[in-house]
């Protein structure tokens, strides 16, 4: 039996739950992972999305900061979530569907302004998070498992608008890059949304700094899709709801799609 999933970095759950319904409605995801919900989970506003046959939550919240959630029309069974890099933020959840598939919610670590750990300690954290990422592939090789999320990074040159003047600013580095890489390559994750879609230019995220975001189209591919080989063959339809990032109140980041045939 198919399932959809989709991945959004929301921007505070409370504010723009409307927009969640909306998306919900038209676009009816089986599973929508959520980050940056900014709310502790019993203030997270469930009841609305239920109406609409989403009767089952996984989440880790905290108040004002970050946040993921995994709602969802089909049962879920929780799994072990992880505090990678010992930061005390909520920034994973796990939950397996009924055909035995597991989904990894992340939200990666911004990191700061400036691409130094030496002056800039988030992006240090940052680093030291998808390390531990890594290290975790390693010592537990994922299988049947899907990993979405802001992962706040866009890997490839064809994931930002422009290569070149972006490789000394924070989610296009270098080292950001090959840290990203580093989890793909240790976990054997296949980058779903590219498998779909292997070229060209595609965004996820627009700076809310940017008055005409959508003429200026100055994006880059933050949020991401990925799946264990032994299921990536089976997904497909990739594709990203741009026209969420003009919707009223946005988020600065639009949904990303994949479905997935999987009995």
């Known amino acids: 039996m198919p399932f959809t999933l989709a991945t959004w970095n929301i921007n505070s759950v409370r504010l723009r739950a409307p927009l969640v319904t909306r998306l919900l409605q038209d676009h009816a995801p089986d599973v929508l992972c959520l980050q940056e919900c900014k709310t502790p989970v019993d203030k997270f506003p469930r009841e609305a999305f239920e109406a609409l046959g989403y009767a089952h939550l996984e989440a880790e919240g905290q108040k004002g900061y970050n946040g993921v959630a995994i709602l969802s029309k089909l049962p879920l069974q929780r799994q072990e979530t992880f505090d990678f890099a010992g930061l005390g933020h909520a920034r994973h959840v796990a939950a397996t569907l009924p055909n035995g598939v597991t989904v990894h919610n992340f939200y990666v670590p911004a990191g700061g302004d400036k691409p130094d750990r030496s002056v800039n300690e988030k992006f240090g ?27 706040n990074i866009a890997p490839r040159e064809d994931d930002v608008w422009n290569h070149k003047q972006l490789l000394k600013v924070v989610s296009h580095t270098p080292v950001e890059v090959d840290h990203l890489a580093d989890v793909q390559e240790a976990g054997g994750w296949v980058d779903v949304t590219r498998k779909d879609i292997p070229a060209g230019n595609l965004y996820s995220w627009w700076s809310y700094r940017s008055p005409d975001w959508d003429g200026a189209d100055k994006g880059r591919r933050l949020d991401h899709v990925w799946a264990t080989p032994d299921i990536a063959g089976a997904a497909h339809s990739s594709r990203i709801l ?12 639009a949904p990303v799609f994949a479905t997935f045939d999987i009995d």
Do not use: F, N
């Not at 741009?242 to 980041?253: F, I, K, L, N, T």
């Open 242 to 253: 741009r026209v969420a990032r003009g919707w009223e109140q946005p988020s600065d980041h």
């Open 125 to 151: 954290q940052k680093l030291d998070y998808l390390t531990d990422m890594r290290d975790w592939c390693h010592s537990a090789k994922p299988a049947r498992s899907i990993l979405v999320g802001d992962l």
